[in-house]
């Protein structure tokens, strides 16, 4: 499908060349700029002038990379096309997804099998009207106080040891120099994104397997907020996706975790199923409604322009490692294959 953007490299190509023929004859430049009309009219007959809504919720974490899609889209593909990008939570936004609220539902960790069978409830089964988009690569992110001098660099079992209940004593009042002797005698401040985020998700099933997290834990829905918390506490430490680090770099540290070979920055070069910081990477995911994408023009069109270009383009921009590009190629087939 060709895209406005490309009407419009083709109008501006077509208008330098017949610029830089100005010194030719008057037949030759009534020549090429019929020649430059017609070329617009082919093309612009092509393109599918679409309008409509498109509405997206789901994942914080994941929010400023749909968000970014979403306007590029708007403003250089389908400018009457209405994209609207939520940011409630994984959790919250398959609450909406599940009864049919939204055309896709944005999460940092995979579909649950309690939410595949309530979709099944709705009249929507999971193989065959739901597609599954995994975007890109995220890095869970540890971060810290630009005063904290002392824990810039933390093994993953002490990170995973302070954030479990009971691990130094019962009331979960943990001081730094629990951790390491030679840390300061001062309580640990701990936060994080709270129970509607997959992040948290994240965090609690696969770094603590599912034990209890700390009783002093503070968590938040908005990351926004756990970033001015820990901006202005030396002894806090929180735990979100690497995009709000990148974003708050002036704010707050990156703690570089040790997975057993020496301390790793977070990183787009470190984070990847295969690099140093595998550890603490994840994949985030959009989930597609088939269903809208056969009734509705503009959500087919825009679930493509995610796969052949959006993902791959903005992924790093917004703090995301990319994917591989045939995985993106795979996904564009299928929908190809709709319409």
């Known amino acids: 499908m060709i895209k406005k953007l490309g009407v419009a490299l083709l109008a501006v190509s077509m208008l330098v060349s017949t610029a830089a023929c100005a010194s030719s004859t008057a037949a030759t430049t009534a020549g090429a700029a019929a020649t430059t009309a017609a070329a617009e009219t082919t093309a612009a007959e092509t393109v599918a002038e679409l309008s409509g809504d498109v509405i997206i919720d789901g994942s914080g974490t994941v929010y400023p990379l749909m968000a970014a899609i979403a306007e590029t889209y708007m403003v250089e593909v389908q400018p009457e096309v209405n994209v609207q990008v939520g940011r409630a939570g994984s959790s919250a936004g398959f609450k909406k997804f599940i009864p049919g609220e939204t055309d896709f539902s944005d999460a940092s960790r995979a579909i649950k099998q309690e939410e595949i069978d309530q979709l099944k409830e709705n009249g929507l089964n999971f193989e065959t009207d739901v597609m599954e988009i995994k975007l890109a690569l995220d890095g869970l992110t540890m971060v810290i106080n630009k005063e904290n001098t002392w824990a810039t660099e933390m093994t993953k079992d002490e990170i995973v040891k302070m ?116 550890g603490f990477t994840r994949p985030v995911f959009t989930y597609l409604n088939l269903k809208y994408a056969m009734e509705k023009p503009q959500v087919l069109d825009y679930a493509k322009y995610v796969v052949a270009q959006g993902a791959a383009e903005l992924a790093g921009e917004t703090g995301f490692a990319p994917l591989p590009m045939d995985q993106y190629e795979a996904y564009l087939a299928e929908l190809n294959k709709i319409g």
């Open 163 to 278: 954030y479990l209940s009971g691990s130094y004593n019962a009331e979960d009042k943990v001081l730094w120099s629990d951790i390491r002797a030679d840390w300061p005698a001062e309580e640990v401040k701990f936060y994080g994104p709270n129970e509607n985020h997959g992040t948290y998700e994240f965090f609690f099933e696969s770094i603590l397997k599912k034990a209890d997290m700390v009783k002093t834990v503070n968590l938040q829905q908005e990351y926004s907020t756990l970033v001015d918390l820990v901006s202005k506490d030396k002894n806090a430490i929180a735990f979100f996706g690497f995009g709000y680090y990148v974003s708050n770099k002036d704010k707050i540290t990156a703690v570089k975790v040790d997975f057993g070979n020496g301390p790793v920055e977070p990183t787009l070069e470190t984070i990847g199923e295969d690099k140093p910081y595998a």
